[in-house]
């Protein structure tokens, strides 16, 4: 006998989907735990897939939480602002996520006399796997462009004995790249100060533009949106990226990261018009 949540065949199918979505969504963004990736984005993930999966097993009680509180005016402001804040959140990250993901095969689509490659972390004097990536990428796209000049980009960190840029400097003199087409920048730590310094460098070495910028695969959007509001035309070249399956815990790290770096320029942007 159904009781008055039960539902019927509809409402089983939807608790089916739900408890399904919520095991492979928790599983897709916990197996990068395994390689020692674990950050907001995907404790965030999972929480959001716990939650879904909470709901599905417990549906009568989560339907008689939504009466309660639809039975009441500040009830259902509550269930309105949730959902619909909930909504807006979901869709944009999802719209986003389609925006970095198009951008992880992004090549450029015309040649550039000036490189800039993006720093990443390096471990002692050792690249990070994600540098080592991005100077392969910047090392193939040099010896194809003989007449190309790099900004390596990237100061010193903690745990890091040198540079980031002259760690990448380092690896492609000795893949025999002529140390005149290296310019390092090691004053930046963020991606912001990575484009802003390559700028004020480019000036001042009369390099010209546009260029060509080189990241990981799911980074490329978002530098590509920086230079663009910072004026700076821009390309982009995806190197390789940290095992397949830590993609999607990355690419929604850069959604995420998107939406702060928006917000925040958008303060800054106000602040200064006052």
Not at 218 to 242: C, N, T, V, W
Request: with cysteine; hydrophobic share 50%.
């Amino acid at each position: 006998m159904k009781t008055p949540c039960s539902g019927g065949l509809g409402t089983q199918l939807l608790r089916t989907l739900l408890l399904v979505m919520s095991v492979a969504g928790f599983a897709v963004f916990f197996v990068p735990v395994f390689g020692g990736i674990l950050n907001v984005a995907n404790l965030g993930a999972m929480g959001f897939f716990l939650l879904l999966g909470a709901v599905s097993l417990w549906w009568q009680g989560f339907v008689r939480l939504v009466s309660r509180l639809r039975a009441n005016s500040w009830g259902r402001l509550l269930l309105l602002l949730f959902g619909g804040g909930l909504a807006i959140l979901l869709g944009g990250l999802l719209v986003l996520y389609g925006l970095i993901a198009s951008k992880l095969w992004e090549k450029p689509k015309d040649p550039c006399e000036t490189v800039i490659v993006l720093g990443c972390q390096v471990r002692g004097e050792t690249p990070s796997l994600m540098l080592r990536y991005r100077i392969e990428a910047a090392e193939q796209y040099l010896l194809e462009h003989p007449d190309a000049v790099a900004i390596l980009s990237g100061g010193q960190g903690a745990g890091e004995r040198i540079s980031e840029a002259e760690c990448m400097a380092r690896a492609m003199r000795q893949k025999g790249i002529d140390s005149a087409r290296l310019y390092r920048e090691e004053a930046s730590s963020v991606t912001l100060e990575n484009l802003r310094f390559s700028m004020e460098l480019m000036e001042r070495e009369g390099l010209s533009s546009p260029v060509v910028l080189v990241s990981n695969d799911f980074h490329i959007y978002r530098a590509l949106k920086m230079a663009e509001d910072l004026g700076l035309p821009a390309q982009g070249l995806a190197a390789k990226s940290q095992w397949w399956y830590s993609r999607p815990t990355f690419i929604l790290r850069e959604a995420l990261a998107m939406i702060k770096y928006k917000l925040v320029n958008a303060s800054i942007t106000a602040q200064s018009q006052n």
